[in-house]
């Protein structure tokens, strides 16, 4: 699989199967990964993986803790403006459409949204944190070092999403992974076999074109 192909076929998986995803495997591609560019060599990226019996665990202490969180940070910005509030709206809609659940039925929707503290089902997951006193050059490096995961990921026949969902959650994640205080929660990253009967996995976002998006000076 070339480059092409990888960013192709990578996808926000919502379903996954339950096949086993070793230790080595994941330790293989973070090794990989951290390859992704980094300003000045910082790297400033740190990751917590859990699988196997620590997923386990973790699900039974998500399930118990339910009462409500602060955030580690708003994961999008306040009146967002379109046309990223239209595309946001819109691959909501498609996914859902794709689940039959209606607009109406919130109950539903609501359900769903939880099925996101579940890793949608997958076997093992990366969390990845990042120093607090990290700047927005860092967070880009966080970002490159995430995508290069994914795509390797793609590339050994795994499925994944990023889960800035879990912002809502990083107290529960922090205590559970035993986390230094001075690192702050961006993302999960479900990781596993793609369940290829799931409807919502057939789920192709829209994305701007060059035309919309770049300016040739």
């Known amino acids: ?31 990989v990964a951290a390859r992704a560019p ?11 993986v859990i699988n196997g019996d ?11 803790k339910r009462a409500p969180e602060p955030a580690e940070y708003a994961i999008y910005p306040d009146g967002l403006k379109d046309p990223y509030r239209t595309a946001r709206f819109n691959v909501g809609e498609q996914m859902y459409a794709l689940l039959n659940i209606p607009r109406e039925d919130k109950p539903a929707r609501l359900r769903r949204l939880a099925e996101n503290f579940n890793f949608f089902g997958a076997p093992a997951a990366i969390f990845c944190y990042v120093d607090r006193q990290m700047g927005p050059p860092q ?42 205080p001075s690192l702050m929660l961006f993302c999960g990253v479900a990781i596993g076999k793609t369940d290829p009967t ?19 000076v």
């Open 1 to 31: 699989m070339n480059v092409t192909e990888a960013t192709q076929r990578r996808a926000s998986i919502r379903s996954f199967l339950s096949d086993p995803v070793s230790d080595q495997q994941i330790r293989d591609l973070l090794e």
């Open 38 to 48: 980094s300003g000045g060599n910082v790297q400033p990226w740190r990751i917590f």
């Open 54 to 64: 620590a997923m386990s665990r973790f699900r039974q202490v998500v399930r118990e």
């Open 139 to 180: 967070w880009s490096d966080l970002g490159m070092f995430l995508q290069s995961f994914m795509l390797l990921a793609t590339e050994a026949g795994y499925g994944t999403c990023a889960q800035e969902a879990w912002a809502n959650r990083a107290q529960t994640v922090t205590e559970f992974v035993e986390a230094d």
């Open 198 to 216: 799931a409807p919502v996995n057939s789920l192709v976002s829209e994305r701007f074109t060059p035309s919309e998006f770049a300016t040739f």
